[in-house]
């Protein structure tokens, strides 16, 4: 797999709490993406970033944000958790024009 | 606007015989196309791609697909499948002037039966 490692694997916290997750790549790859993976609605797109500092929203950010300090970190932060965030969200990387690289994902469960 | 359709939720095939997921799509320039595979409780991976040149793109696994132009379609296709096969598959286009946004399909799960 191409180098990237998403943390945590697994999370559950309540509803309210902030939560943070965190994609790391060791590629040095420009672009960097999160999305969520929900049953009947495939992949779909929450943020990405295009560089460092470079953030543009996808087609399901509200409630999301996203911060890129270095090039191989990239943060989803959700302010304030709600059930409708409960998913599994993906990180993924690419150069451009190349085919994305995906990490393993991260349950998130918000009860 | 970029959109990608996978019109089978489900496809289900036997063993040793040819398969095709099937996938069309809609962008506003010139088209780059992907397929990729999940396992259960994994990633995406990529599998094939169509940037430009031959319109049968061969990849990982033995798959190959066809792109398509006046039909906008890039079908996924195997001469002969396998049980490991199975797996849930997706479709995606990136229009070849925004070098960073794709679109996925819903997704589409193949079943090989023995």
């Known amino acids: 797999d191409a180098g990237i490692t998403q943390s945590p694997r697994h999370k559950v916290t309540e509803t309210g709490t902030p939560v943070t997750l965190r994609c790391h790549q060791t590629?040095?790859?420009?672009?960097m993406y999160w999305y969520r993976q929900d049953p009947g609605h495939g992949l779909r797109l929450i943020h990405y970033?295009?560089?460092?500092?470079?953030?543009d929203k996808g087609e399901v950010s509200d409630g999301y944000s996203v911060s890129r300090s270095k090039t191989e970190d990239f943060l989803l932060t959700l302010e304030s958790a709600t059930s409708s965030q409960t998913s599994v969200y993906f990180c993924?990387?690419?150069?451009?024009?190349?085919?994305?690289?995906f990490g393993d994902g991260t349950r998130l469960s918000i009860l | 606007a970029q959109s990608v359709a996978q019109p089978e939720d489900q496809v289900n095939v036997a063993e040793g015989n040819p398969l095709t997921v099937k996938c069309t799509y809609s962008?506003?320039?010139?088209?780059?196309l992907f397929w990729y595979v999940q396992y259960p409780n994994r990633g995406l991976q990529f599998l094939l791609k169509y940037i430009t040149g031959d319109n049968l793109v061969k990849g990982s696994y033995g798959f190959e697909a066809e792109f398509n132009k006046s039909q906008t379609s890039f079908h996924l296709k195997k001469p002969s499948a396998l049980v490991s096969d199975s797996a849930l598959y997706f479709c995606?286009?990136?229009?070849?002037?925004?070098?960073?946004?794709?679109?996925f399909g819903d997704g589409t799960t193949l079943t090989v039966k023995p």
């Open positions: 993924a990387i690419s150069g451009a024009g190349e085919p994305q690289h």
């Open positions: 590629e040095n790859h420009r672009y």
């Open positions: 995606a286009v990136r229009d070849a002037t925004n070098a960073g946004k794709s679109t």
């Open positions: 970033s295009y560089g460092v500092k470079d953030t």
């Open positions: 962008v506003s320039g010139n088209p780059y």
